[in-house]
């Protein structure tokens, strides 16, 4: 592989949306940064040979043919958007790898078995519509163009209004990614959390995909004067919602073991002035867990303790649910087929489930899946702080180059993937 290959290509898509006063990356879901990443690896991908087209939401799809083009196609990638003020490698890593395998094929004038796709996906951060992994659920079938029309973002546009004047597609497009059309999908992507650098291990095998349920709360109070109004007389939604939110960490903490999290991100606060007493309060929850069943028990837990400190402060609370996603399991062969390779370069590696959603877990239910972790420091992802070093790169890429060369060959056979994961 070429690392300095894909340093640049990191490099140069990192100009793309960067924050000088802090280092980060904005490339917000269809802002005009991340579309210019879309335009610029399509470009890339029709200079190695591909045949590359933009499906409707904005996914970028190239297809490199194969030895045997009536074969099922391996698929790699990931996502090319940004949550506010990102890091330089969440999603674009992958991105950059996968293009990396192909431009290591062409060079090495490989000529697989079955043919590859490489993708870089659209709105895979809930960052702008509070709602994740859009792009691969669009490819894989779980939206179509009127689920479009019920997702808005912040400022109330419409999803659908997007995406419906920049779209290329020309031909369509998810026949290929339903169920049993494609082989395998495999994707790259630092690993947002600390568990690797603590273990000094290079590379980290997915077992399975955390999946969030999330609500949004709004507490209702009554807004008055903060001088004249007397302590015990308020009723004041900021301290009611605070001791919710104080509450899902508790709750969050006790289930740590069985791998739940907890967070609030996000607090709108009404009239939000030093005087006013506030009278209205929103926040995102964001609840997830590998564990369905224990992730749901901790729900309930949470929705009841919310309803509960909201009688005792005489506040009307409204809970809007803002969608329930799956843990997702990942393939147990093709796991195999990223240990083996570890073993032959001498790469420490370590099975793991991630915390993190990704658009693997779109492909999980219907196709062989997998994922391939790299470590970055002190676990911090989302944040201008994100950093990987130069041989942690390539290491990864190299794992992935190896795997998918694996998954390429026609005599590579992967089981009936429902009775085969980890």
Known sequence: MNINNVLNHLATFNELGYNPDNGGINRIAFSHPERMAALKFSMLCQRAGLDVYFDFIGNVIARREGKYPDLKPVVI?????????GGQYDGLLGVIGALEVVEYLNKHHIETDHPLIIIAFACEESARFNEATIGSKYLTGQYNRTSLKDIVDNDGYVLYDIVQPLS????????????????AFLELHIEQGPILENNNDDIGIVTHIAAPHRFKVTVQGVTSHSGSTPMPMRTDA?????????KIEQLAQQYTN???????????????????????????IDIRGKDEAIREDVVQQILNSIDQ?????????????????HPAKLNAEMAKITENVCKQHGFEYKYMYSGAGHDAMNFASIVP???IFIPCKDGISHSPLES??????AKGVQTLIDTTLELTHKTTTLEDFDNQVI
């Open 168 to 183: 290329q597609e020309v031909r369509g497009q998810t026949a290929l990614f339903e169920r049993n059309q494609i082989k």
């Open 369 to 371: 899946t997998s994922m």
């Open 238 to 246: 900021l301290t009611a919602a605070s001791e919710m939110i104080l």
């Open 258 to 284: 069985e791998g739940i999290v907890a967070t609030v991100g996000y607090v709108d606060v009404y009239p939000n002035t030093m005087n006013s007493i506030p009278g209205e309060v929103s926040f995102l």
């Open 388 to 393: 990987v070093t130069t041989a942690q790169i």
């Open 309 to 325: 400190i909201s009688t005792q402060r005489h506040t009307h609370c409204k809970i809007t649910d803002l969608g329930n996603e």
């Open 77 to 85: 990638g990931s996502h090319i958007d940004t949550v506010k003020d």
